[in-house]
């Protein structure tokens, strides 16, 4: 059975237009729900390890290859220099920090992308259209 009167908790959150009703024209709000939603959900986590492993999944191990791979699928642009950079070192403070908590290296380089993937889902670029 379909439930159309009950809104999924996801558009609630994120201004979705009532089933139950005629929306011409919907309300857009920024709330703290929304970026709580975006760090906490079992549903967001389990796509960013599946955008992770789809940009890690080239032969290459290249860092930048990858930034400006995760930049086109996500926003669908390449990285300036400057996001690219602030790109690389968010990567490398990530993969320290979860090296220091006890992690080997490969599951260090897996974190660190699945948390990359999770900022870039958190930019309102990837929210909204302008």
Known sequence: MTQRIQRHPYLA?????DPSAS???RTVS???LQALYLLNDAFIHRQ???FAARITADATDDDDARIQRAYRLALARPADA???ARSRAFLAAVRG???AAG???PAAGAGSWQAFARVLYRLNEFAYLD
């Open 48 to 50: 960013a390890e599946e």
């Open 97 to 99: 920090s979860l090296a």
């Open 13 to 17: 959150i994120f201004d979705g237009a």
């Open 30 to 32: 920024t709330t703290p």
């Open 103 to 105: 992690q080997p290296p």
């Open 23 to 25: 929306t011409p024209l």
């Open 82 to 84: 400057d996001e690219a």
